[in-house]
């Protein structure tokens, strides 16, 4: 069968419920914040961006906060739905086609 | 295409063995990435490609690990005498080119080959 991670961190909510999932990113320098979502055997999808220049920036149903001071990034998802049960990533960059810094992902399980 | 394809979707292979894995961007994207996912955790940037040129291999293995990119074929990773530790998934993306430098271009990730070496 397929392995699965070992040591992510789960968050567990009841569907309509708010999420909430947060990451610490490690380079002061990075000006480009994703966040993705990764469903079992697929690759990461994007789900939404920030730039270093913002602290804040809503999408469909998620929002994403940047804290610049202390290197944190949250992404919200609003009304949680079981489609929303997957593994999030968060990630950094520089601008440009430089390569992606991901974090430790999150196991987000949605209860219907 | 329109989205990036990798190919296999799974390969199985002894320890010494060599593994080809290969990947198809999307069709107007000048870069390629490849990542290494190690049981669905943290993933490991590997090396990119603008166009057929080496743009960074900062995270390539030295030994074993190799890679191209040659016009109309799909990009490649190869890894000479597989060991243990390189099972994983291992992802290519791609992304368009920017006019300007100081834009972001979006990675679109493909499904992922995993590799399996026993």
């Known amino acids: 069968g397929e392995s699965v991670g070992l040591h992510l961190p789960t968050l567990s909510v009841q569907e309509g419920d708010n999420s909430i999932i947060n990451c610490a990113y490690s380079?002061?320098?990075?000006?480009?914040f994703i966040w993705y979502k990764q469903e079992s055997g697929k690759g990461p999808q994007f789900i939404i961006d920030?730039?270093?220049?913002?602290d804040k920036r809503q999408g469909q149903r998620v929002t994403v906060l940047l804290n610049k001071t202390v290197k944190h990034l949250s992404l919200q998802i609003a009304a949680t739905q079981p489609g929303d049960s997957a593994v999030y990533f968060c990630a950094e960059t520089n601008s440009g086609n430089t390569p992606l810094v991901f974090g430790k992902g999150t196991r987000l399980s949605v209860i219907a | 295409g329109e989205e990036v394809a990798q190919t296999p979707k799974h390969l199985v292979r002894g320890e010494g063995q060599k593994a080809k894995l290969y990947c198809a961007p999307i069709?107007?994207?000048?870069?390629v990435f490849w990542y290494q996912q190690v049981l669905k955790n943290e993933f490991k940037f590997l090396i990119s490609?603008?166009?057929?040129?080496?743009?960074?291999e900062t995270g390539m293995p030295k030994e074993r690990f190799s890679a191209k990119c040659l016009p109309n074929s799909p990009c490649s990773l190869e890894i000479q005498a597989t060991k243990l530790e390189d099972s994983a998934v291992y992802f290519c993306a791609s992304s368009r080119t920017s006019g300007r430098a100081s834009s972001y271009n979006e990675q679109f990730f493909g499904p992922g080959t995993r590799l399996t070496v026993l």
């Open positions: 920030i730039r270093s220049n913002m």
């Open positions: 380079n002061s320098a990075s000006d480009y």
């Open positions: 069709k107007g994207h000048s870069y």
């Open positions: 490609f603008q166009n057929e040129n080496v743009f960074d």
